[in-house]
T-cell receptor, first 114, second 112 residues
Framework: NAGVMQNPRHLVRRRGQEARLRCSPM?????VYWYRQLPEEGLKFMVY??????IDESGMPKERFSAEFPKEGPSILRIQQVVRGDSAAYFC????WGGGQPQHFGDGTRLSIL | DQQVKQNSPSLSVQEGRISILNCDYT??????FLWYKKYPAEGPTFLIS?????DKNEDGRFTVFLNKSAKHLSLHIVPSQPGDSAVYFC???????????FGKGTKLTVNP
């Protein structure tokens, strides 16, 4: 999984705090995707971004969750006022362009809410 | 509403034999299918894909078969190796969408 870099690998937050997850796509990739995996489940799509644009956020919860992919720097998934149910593994993927090209995943951030 | 289903949570095979992992889907609009392999504490790694215009795609020890009428695909690994032990996810997408829809995965164990 070299190439897509996610940090931190593990993040512990208390209920009500904010969680910020970072993703740097593979070099040359301008498409970024975020997925969430709950225990014993498959990955669930959250959001698809290109530089400075949110293309598809149909999988994002309506409240507390936001994502960005600025012109410079990594993509950020932000979760405000975290609750226990936000505990999960969050994976970022990237691709060079859309159109069905395989998405390449990072190793994820494991978020634990106390 | 689970659009991609992997009905076998686990599969165990002997080294050198064939592993067959199955996947069913319900959305007839899906036209591109992928298999990913995942080790614990790592992200999914892309293995092989197939477009709906084909019924077979092969890459080394890995072959994916697509049966559109049955809305079924399978991944064959021949010969299986202990290093193949991992969770295998089937994923699907449809033209115009970048969203991958994943199954819940099948844990493959290859015994030496």
């Amino acid at each position: 999984n070299a190439g897509v870099m996610q940090n931190p690998r593990h993040l512990v937050r208390r209920r009500g705090q904010e969680a910020r997850l970072r993703c740097s796509p593979m070099k040359g990739h301008s498409h970024v995707y975020w997925y969430r995996q709950l225990p014993e489940e498959g990955l669930k799509f959250m959001v698809y971004l290109q530089k400075e644009n949110i293309i598809d956020e149909s999988g994002m919860p309506k409240e507390r969750f936001s994502a960005e992919f600025p012109k410079e720097g990594p993509s950020i998934l932000r979760i405000q006022q975290v609750v226990r149910g936000d505990s999960a593994a969050y994976f970022c993927a990237s691709s060079p362009w859309g159109g069905g090209q395989p998405q390449h995943f990072g190793d994820g951030t494991r978020l634990s809410i106390l | 509403d689970q659009q991609v289903k992997q009905n076998s949570p686990s599969l165990s095979v002997q080294e050198g034999r064939i592993s067959i992992l199955n996947c069913d889907y319900t959305n007839s609009m899906f036209d591109y299918f992928l298999w990913y392999k995942k080790y614990p504490a790592e992200g999914p790694t892309f293995l092989i894909s197939i477009s709906s215009i084909k019924d077979k795609n092969e890459d080394g020890r890995f072959t994916v078969f697509l049966n559109k009428s049955a809305k079924h695909l399978s991944l064959h690994i021949v010969p299986s190796q202990p290093g193949d032990s991992a969770v295998y996810f089937c994923a699907a997408t449809q033209g115009g969408s970048e969203k991958l829809v994943f199954g819940k995965g099948t844990k493959l164990t290859v015994n030496p």
